[in-house]
């Protein structure tokens, strides 16, 4: 998780909300991400999206079975998606997202029973510099609005 802050703080200093995300596959890092959605002008590059790209890429294979996601923020219905989509075994997010989280707060398409996949998620995991992260980047944003 703290290689996924690291993401989180580049997306910082790149104006991009702070979220970053880490692929784990038998216990290596084999991508990572960050929120990249202004600088590339798309609304898919969220940190969890640019991560699972790059580890398909990595893998040359589409399903991440096996695979565990580190990252920042709760995942959004979107990534959420993407990330049952891959067949991602773990997702281990930080700080949790009331207003949009698809992994339990909001949704919870993560473990869906509907779904062909359910991941393994835990919550929580240094969600207090995570959200301190995030909280700082919108009062910045209300300040220069």
């Known amino acids: 998780m703290r290689l996924a802050l690291t993401e989180a703080r580049k997306a910082y200093k790149a104006e991009e909300v702070p979220v970053g995300a880490v692929v784990v596959k038998d216990g290596k890092i084999i991508a990572s991400g960050r929120n990249r959605t202004r600088e590339l002008k ?12 790059a580890a398909a890429r990595r893998l ?19 990534c959420a998606g993407a990330i049952v989509s891959a067949r991602v075994r773990q997702v281990v997010f930080g700080a949790p997202d009331p207003q949009a989280g698809a992994g339990g707060s909001l949704l919870d398409i993560l473990q869906h ?19 301190r992260l995030l909280r700082r980047f919108f009062r910045a944003r209300r300040h220069s609005a």
Do not use: F, S
Not at 42 to 53: G, S
Not at 64 to 76: F, G, N, Q, S
Not at 119 to 131: C, D, P
């Open 42 to 53: 798309d609304p898919t590059a969220h940190a969890e999206i640019v991560a699972l790209r």
């Open 60 to 78: 040359k294979y589409e399903r991440l079975t096996d695979t565990m996601i580190y990252v920042t923020k709760e995942p959004c219905p979107m």
């Open 113 to 131: 029973p509907a779904l062909n996949h359910r991941a393994v998620v835990t919550g929580g995991v240094l969600a207090g510099e995570a959200r």
